[in-house]
Each structure stands twice: as C-alpha cells, then as structure tokens.
C-alpha cells in the first residue's frame, strides 16, 4: 500500500510539472518580450522584460506632456500606439516616426523596484530562469548572504533559505537547488495528504481533493522555488503525528513548520487541543516537551530579528514591506473600501473572494471534517487576515491557501456532485494557465 502511494504521489506530480512546464515554454514562445504599461502611484512607467536573455528595461511614458501607450515591435525596439514611432529598448530614443531623435526619460522607479532580484544574477537557462521571480530572489538572496542585506529580509524565515543553502552544496545552481527541494517536499505532501485523506473518508475523495489542490489557479507555486511545498509538507507531517500521538514528532513538524512560513503558528491551536483532549493524561513529560518545542520557533523566529537588527522585535509594522498588524475586520474592510474606490486590479479581487469561499466553506462544512483539521483552518485565516499590506489588500491569499489542505479536503467531498464539480475544474483550470502565464511574464499574481 505505501508503495502505491508514492507510486500515485509521484504519477500525479509527473503530470502537473510536464504540464506547468510545456504551458510555461509556450508562454516565452509566445510572448517572448513581455512590455508592460504601469500606472506606479501616479507615475506612468514602461516596463519591459525579455523572457530568454532576462534584460530589463524601465522608462518614463510620458513625452511633451502627453502619456504614451506602448506595444511589442521588432526584436530590440517597442512602437507607440499613439504615433506608431518605434523607440530602441537599448537607449530609449525614436528611431522612426514622429518622435523620431526624442528621447524617453528614465523611469522613477528603478528597474529593480520593478524587475525585483535583491542582487541575485538572472538565471541565464531559460528552464529555470521562468522560475526565478519575486519571494523567489528573497530565498536566494537569504541562502547567498544572510540576513541583514536587504530591508525586510527577516520577515521570510530561515528554513527554507537555510535548505537552498545546503543543498548548494551539492547542486551548485541556487536556483535549481530551491526547485529541488520545492519538488521534492511536494511529492512527499501529495503522498502524505493522500493518506491522512484517505484515512477518514471514502476511497473517492482523496484523489479528488488531491486534483483540486493540484488545479487550484495559484497551485504553480507549489511546482516553483517558493516555501509553499515544504510548509505543507511540514503541515501534513505534523497532523499525521498528532493522529498517531506521537507528540515529540509533532511538536518538531510544528517547530519546522513556523520556521518556514509564519502562518505556521495557526498549527499551535489543534496541536494545543490534541494535547489536551487525549485521555488518560499519561507521559505528560513528553506533551511539555512537544508542545515548548513547537512553541519554541516563536522564540527562535524573534532571536534571529534581534541578532539581525530588524527595527522592532515583534513584526506589529514593517515599513520597508508596507504591511501592519491589525484585526481580520479591519482588512476584510480595507479590501471593502478599496473596491469602492475603484483603485483595484483582478487579483485583487481574487483574493477577496477565495478568502470569503474559505470563511463560507468553513462554516458549511464544519461537521464534515475532523476537528483539529476544523481548529487549524479557523486558526489559519485569523492569523492570515491580521497582516495588512497597504499596497494590496488581503495580500496574497490566493498563495496562502495553498497550506490549508483541510479547504482543499472540504472541495473533494463537495465535488462528488458533477456541477460542483465542473464549477471547480473549468474555473481553476482557467484561472491557473492565466495565473500561471502572468507570473512567468512578471506579473504580481501573489
């Protein structure tokens, strides 16, 4: 039986890595300039990036006063729609039309505040640079140098990056390295979700709560060289140890857990009731000790901002990351207001209704799943709404989910019904290939 676990685990992980990866080589086929018209806090930016040589190019769009809207052209040049003129990327001048000899003035925002690499190279293999954006040039940048080079680096906490660092040592592309140990840990999550599913309900709704999480929009992420994989991975390992009351195991799964992603202090909760619902009260030694383990990587986290000279202990505001401690109501109520004012893009949106699906989905089907999975899913949305990102609201949920494999669990039991069903295919089926495609061309999709 384990044997055919890892054989399905490994089946379905083959399946969506072949198939994220032909999408994504058929994304730089396509558009193998990506150009971009931003509107950067009121400052109209040309932003332009080369998906096979990794060059970046950054101009203001505004000439004689007038803003300027701007397409792909011929390889090294963008034309205006406006004029038509055709502007080298290389120099940012005209070289035929109406503007031909005028100039485009520099951007003010750098090409690093837009094309983000915290000092990392580009990957110059096409096969692995698609993979290397955003949170992505943290961990490297972490792994290469330690804390303390960028502002805002001790937010991301140091397993993950610790992990790219040690398997450098055998791989000697950061990169690739992060990809490995992103893979792998999510084979193991596949292989281990399959089984705590499959241990609670009807032989069916393991694989469908496996597809759901594989088809979810941003399920990409768990394929690319981010922390996601490894903290359901460490999740998993964690309830599958609380189950079996293994404490000390499950006290260390939770202590790992918190050192990759800081929404791991949610799994304290169902750690805290499994511990005290258990009966008789024996080895009460061995619960301390899981349960001040697991607890412990609160302690750890903290020591690391001290001795890395971030400008508060506990990360109640963090200006360099514009984000702030608040109560869930005050950010479900910021996004409130942000779609009111119109200031809004789709992704945003995005992250509103999964987070309001989660909420609803939780209420709905409380009954139906295990307690502890219940505790750790109320838990986890608390902690995940409290963090407020003046620069998008509820930041990022659409990433975040991706640990909470009980929702993912609640979608395979509903999905028994073929309207249901279809509901969730073709609309994460779709959302993921646009998701998808928009993060291989730079674009913010969490």
């Keep these: 039986m384990k044997f055919a676990e890892w054989k399905y685990a490994l089946g379905v992980y083959l399946v969506a890595r072949i198939a994220l990866s032909m999408w994504a080589f058929i994304i730089t086929m396509l558009f193998p300039i990506v150009v971009q018209n931003l509107d950067l806090f009121g400052a109209p930016v040309l932003a332009v990036f080369d998906l096979a040589s990794s060059e970046r190019y ?44 005028r100039a485009l003035s520099a951007s003010p925002y750098s090409i690093e505040d837009i094309f983000p690499y915290r000092g990392i190279a580009a990957e110059g ?81 393991p694989q469908r709560a496996v597809a759901c999480l594989l088809i979810f929009p941003t399920a990409f992420f768990l394929l690319s060289a981010y922390s ?62 899981s349960a001040a383990l697991a607890m412990s990587a609160i302690l750890f986290y903290l020591v690391v901002r001290v001795l890395t000279g971030a400008s508060a202990v506990v990360p109640v505001a963090e200006a360099e990351l514009r984000a702030r401690l608040a109560l869930p109501v005050e950010n479900y109520w910021y996004a409130v207001q942000t779609f009111a004012s119109g200031k809004f893009v789709a992704v945003d949106a995005l992250n509103f209704v999964v987070s309001a699906l989660v909420v609803i989905a939780l209420g709905i089907g409380w009954r139906k799943l295990p307690l502890l999975w219940n505790l750790y899913l109320l838990a986890s949305v608390f902690v995940l709404t409290m963090r407020i990102v003046e620069t ?13 494999f009980p929702w993912f669990v609640l979608l395979g039991i509903w999905s028994r019904n073929i309207w249901i069903q279809r509901a969730i295919v073709y609309s994460s089926l779709t959302l993921l290939l646009y998701l998808s495609a928009q993060f291989v061309m730079w674009g913010w999709v969490g």
């Excluded at 490297?140 to 330690?146: E, F, H, N, P, Y």
């Excluded at 930041?395 to 909470?404: A, C, K, P």
Aim: with cysteine.
């Design 58 to 101: 950054a101009y203001s769009r505004e000439v004689d006063d007038a803003v300027l809207t701007f397409r792909v052209g011929d390889p090294g040049f963008v034309n205006d729609t406006q004029t038509a003129s055709t502007w080298s990327l290389q120099t940012g001048r005209a070289v035929s039309g109406k503007y031909a000899e």
């Design 125 to 205: 293999n096409m096969l692995l640079s698609v993979w290397q954006r955003f949170d992505t040039n943290w961990y490297l940048a972490i792994a290469d140098r330690g804390y303390g080079t960028l502002a805002g680096d001790v937010h991301f906490p140091p397993l993950y990056p610790a992990l790219i660092r040690l398997t450098s040592l055998i791989v000697p592309n950061a990169l690739l390295a992060a990809l490995l140990i992103s893979n792998l840990a999510l084979i193991g999550a596949l292989r281990v979700y399959f089984q705590c599913v499959r241990e609670q309900f009807d032989p069916t709704v």
């Design 228 to 289: 996601e994989s490894l903290f359901l991975l460490l999740s998993l390992l964690s309830f599958r140890a609380m189950q079996r009351q293994l404490w000390l195991w499950a006290g260390m799964w939770i202590f790992l857990a918190i050192l990759t992603r800081l929404q791991g202090v949610a799994l304290l909760v169902p750690l805290a009731y499994a511990l005290w619902r258990t009966r008789p009260f024996t080895h009460r030694g061995t619960r301390f000790v």
């Design 392 to 404: 998008q609201p509820l930041n990022s949920m659409l990433r975040y989910v991706l640990g909470l």
